[in-house]
């Protein structure tokens, strides 16, 4: 239900199997007018048994395709540097990578980096 709830909110999108949440991604359009020409993705999650379903497919898929009616022009996201299934399978749907982000976060006071990807629409 709280996720539900959280999802409602309108800048997070899920993907259901028979009613079950078993993915999310966030998704905001930029609104400055220099910058709303771009969407920021992320976190994008979907929960291991369902990964390689073809669910974070359906829930890229929605998001670009809302993204396109927006008349954005590009979608941007980040991958940490070590999730390489998650860098392949943006690639495949047509991101690049365009830069790394050196030291974008601390998990449990490690420095972690991140690739930031593109999607030209």
Not at 10 to 19: C, L, P, T
Not at 56 to 82: C, M, R
Not at 90 to 107: I, K, L, M, N, P
């Amino acid at each position: 239900d709280r996720c539900r709830e959280i999802l409602g909110g309108g800048s997070f999108r899920g993907v259901f199997n028979e009613g079950k949440l078993v993915g999310f991604c966030g998704y905001r359009p930029q609104q400055l007018s220099r910058t709303q020409h771009r969407g920021v993705i992320g976190p994008f999650f979907v929960t291991r048994s369902y990964q390689g379903s073809g669910a974070a497919k359906v829930l890229l898929a929605g998001v670009i395709e809302e993204a396109k009616s927006n008349s954005l022009a590009q979608l941007e996201l980040f991958v940490d540097t070590e999730n390489l299934r998650a860098m392949a399978f943006y690639e495949r749907q047509g991101f690049e990578r365009v830069a790394t982000h050196y030291d974008s976060v601390r998990v449990d006071g490690q420095s972690r980096n991140d690739h930031l990807f593109t999607l030209r629409l």
